[in-house]
């Protein structure tokens, strides 16, 4: 009986190894890229082909990057009145800006599926906070659209970005190098208006990305703050469901149990910030955490961080 199982187990191993041969046979790459070609176009052509009875977003969760912007996607379109997209992010006031609103459009279900239940579209692109020409696009697009942003330690932000590109092989250099030149570009000051320039450079640097209260002031240039929910990552991370009912409060639906049973794309690295380098960004990050607190009126948690040279952050 039991040279049997061997067997088996041997006769499903040879042809796992045949299929995965086969798979990755050169002969077969311009079949394979043609039918992810097909695959790509049928499901666009048909909804491209609907665009017009589609719904545009009434919510948008535009950043920061690596704050959680997953999470809560993933835990608000659980809930029956709020719909996502074809996909999460779209970079249509980015990447795609030059596409028309019909395309835009097209990634989103049907007006009369939303309308049913008087329900809300949803799009989530952490790209969009950092770039001021998105912003502004966003408010002539959407004018009424509500926007959900979430701020994240920015030391502990800017690791995990740096550790995100490092892991799939997109940086080479050392943290404590990205750091330094970032520091000494000294590209943005601390102070209001600073990229309020026509033409301003989205801040799209490790730590460029942390100066929020810059960010912010772009955004209330062209939304109004009744329109914006800023959030905690912190809070979310420690307690999901309550941040998700405060913000279905605010989008007027009513509370849904969003318990999640995990933190959805989290990233797990090996390597812990050196102390020293994260206490040179803290010391770097504290005039725009001043000038944040002066923007919305209030605190945030890594703000209360004591002792920070002797913390050991981990990327999350």
């Not at 009875?53 to 997953?70: E, H, N």
């Not at 026509?198 to 329109?227: K, M, T, W």
Request: net charge positive; with cysteine.
């Amino acid at each position: 009986m039991q040279d049997v199982t061997d067997r088996q187990g041997q006769d499903f191993g040879f042809w796992r190894e045949l299929e995965a041969r086969f798979r990755r046979h050169p002969g077969l790459r311009p079949a394979r890229r043609a039918f992810r070609r097909v695959k790509r176009f049928v499901p666009n052509a048909w909804r491209l082909a609907t665009q017009h009875s589609r719904a545009l977003p009434s919510v948008l969760i535009i950043g920061a990057q690596k704050a959680g912007t997953t999470q809560l996607h993933l835990c608000l379109t659980r809930h029956p009145r709020c719909f996502g997209g074809a996909k999460k992010e779209l970079h249509y006031f980015t990447k795609h800006r030059d596409r028309p609103l019909g395309w835009y459009r097209s990634h989103f279900p049907f007006g009369r599926t939303v309308g049913r239940v008087d329900g809300l579209c949803l799009e989530s692109t952490p790209s969009y906070l950092p770039s001021p020409q998105a912003l502004q696009r966003m408010g002539e697009v959407l004018p009424e659209a509500k926007l959900i942003v979430l701020l994240r330690d920015p030391v502990t932000r800017a690791f995990s970005h740096y550790q995100h590109y490092k892991s799939r092989g997109l940086e080479k250099r050392d943290f404590a190098t990205v750091v330094r030149q970032a520091i000494e570009e000294q590209a943005y000051a601390p102070q209001f208006g600073e990229i309020k320039q026509a033409n301003a450079a989205p801040l799209l640097n490790y730590v460029h990305r942390g100066y929020y209260a810059l960010q912010l002031e772009i955004l209330f240039d062209y939304c109004s703050r009744q329109r914006v929910l800023v959030l905690d990552s912190a809070n979310l991370f420690d307690n999901t469901n309550d941040v998700c009912q405060r913000t279905f409060d605010f989008l007027d639906v009513e509370p849904y149990d969003v318990s999640p049973k995990k933190i959805h794309n989290r990233g797990y690295y090996r390597d812990l910030i050196d102390p020293t380098v994260a206490q040179m960004l803290r010391e770097h990050y504290q005039p725009h955490d001043e000038l944040l607190v002066e923007l919305l009126g209030r605190r945030f948690r890594w703000m209360e961080v004591a002792n920070v040279g002797k913390s050991r952050d981990r990327a999350a």
